[in-house]
């Protein structure tokens, strides 16, 4: 008699794996079709601005209200609005409301290491074009001084 293994297929292309919990443990970006990649990139276009990444680095000490980060960014409520909304559009924040205020906190933890690999990337590239630099400098003999 043929045994029959009870295992999960291992995850193709654009299917998400399982950990033994059976969560989500990662999806996979290979093979996703047009709609699903268009939704990364709405994630992605979410993290691309700089008052954005801010609002972030503000709510990683928690939940925070609109006033707050109004203040901690030095900008106008409207600003922070607008860039909150961005935010909780692309799932990157979630609100709940308390009376009149709004509360925001990061929706998912996993974004802080997103951007803690991007920023490790960057400083390894920085750090190996100024190797480069340098070597270039003393290759052709010390940085030239203007006359």
């Not at 989500?24 to 990364?40: I, K």
């Not at 409520?77 to 990157?92: C, E, R």
């Amino acid at each position: 008699m043929e045994s029959i293994s009870t295992a999960p297929a291992p995850p193709g292309p654009g299917r998400s794996a399982r950990n033994a919990e059976g969560g989500r443990e990662r999806m996979d970006m290979d093979g996703l079709d047009s709609t699903a990649l268009e939704q990364v990139a709405v994630y992605f276009r979410a993290l691309a601005e700089p008052s954005r990444l801010r609002l972030l680095n503000e709510l990683r000490g928690g939940e925070r209200n609109v006033t707050e980060l109004t203040r901690a960014l030095g900008t106008s409520q409207a600003n922070v609005s607008k860039h909150l909304a961005v935010l909780l559009q692309a799932g990157v924040v979630e609100r709940s409301m308390r009376g009149t205020s709004a509360f925001y906190r990061i929706a998912d933890p996993n974004t802080y290491k997103l951007c803690e690999l991007v920023c490790g990337q960057l400083g390894r590239r920085f750090e190996a074009e100024s190797v480069l630099r340098r070597e270039f400098i003393a290759s052709i003999g010390g940085p030239r001084r203007r006359r």
